[in-house]
């Protein structure tokens, strides 16, 4: 089946600074990838759709100077949080779609961040 | 979007079957019905789809409505790591919005 890595599993930092997430589609070509994001007991959100070779497109009230992703090939999606603060503490997750359309959407195993 | 409906949570016992519903009334004819699974701490999984047809895979059977207003997601004989919250989604301009789905508890 398809798979998604997302790196760092885990990530503490400090207020102010920036943080990078890393998604990786493994075993197939993904032109689109999307990240979400969820807090404690809650449903994840989607933040934006990450296009190969393009600008991503973010949903509304998600600002887009803050949360930089870049899709610079058709494997590799990137999210930075720019100078993170405590209330961008959250479970940030990544999600690809194998173009054949064989297994829906896989996700990966996201990543957890605390600011402090 | 296609407004999903699902119970907040069901209880099944080991080795029963269970049966999770989710009416979704508002689909378009062309949008396929997703359902994904998630675990505590970890991120969503695929668990099947679905347009018309019913569909078996080897984690569960989907059953969809003669008119695709509602479907089930049925898990034959579940077990304590089929406890999860699951999503019912049908994708729009292919991306997934996720409601808040239902939190499937199974006891031993």
């Known amino acids: 089946g398809a798979v998604v890595s997302q790196h760092p599993s885990r990530v503490i930092c400090k207020s102010g600074t920036s943080v990078k997430i890393e998604c990786r589609s493994l075993?197939?070509?993904?032109?689109?990838m999307f990240w979400y994001r969820q807090f404690p007991k809650q449903s994840l959100m989607l933040m934006a759709t990450?296009?190969?070779?393009?600008?991503?497109?973010?949903e509304q009230g998600v600002e887009k100077d803050k949360f930089l992703i870049n899709h610079a090939s058709l494997t590799l999606s990137t999210l930075t949080v720019t100078s993170a603060h405590p209330e961008d503490s959250s479970f940030y997750i990544c999600?690809?779609?194998?173009?054949?359309?064989?297994?829906?959407?896989?996700f990966g195993s996201g990543t957890r961040l605390t600011v402090v | 979007d296609a407004k999903t409906t699902q119970p907040n949570s069901m209880e099944s016992n080991e080795e029963e079957p269970v049966h999770l519903p989710c009416n979704h009334s508002?689909?378009?004819?062309?949008?396929?019905i997703h359902w994904y699974r998630q675990l505590p701490s970890q991120g969503p999984e695929y668990v099947i789809h679905?347009?018309?047809s019913n569909v078996n895979n080897r984690m569960a059977s989907l059953a969809i409505a003669e008119d695709r207003k509602s479907s089930t997601l049925i898990l034959h004989r579940a077990t304590l790591r089929d406890a999860a919250v699951y999503y019912c989604?049908?994708?729009?301009?292919?991306?997934?919005?996720f409601g808040q789905g239902t939190i499937l508890t199974v006891h031993p």
């Open positions: 999600s690809a779609r194998d173009w054949r359309y064989l297994y829906g959407y896989t």
């Open positions: 075993d197939f070509q993904a032109t689109t």
């Open positions: 990450s296009n190969e070779g393009s600008k991503a497109t973010y």
């Open positions: 508002t689909i378009s004819g062309t949008d396929y």
């Open positions: 679905g347009l018309t």
């Open positions: 989604i049908p994708p729009r301009y292919g991306k997934l919005t």
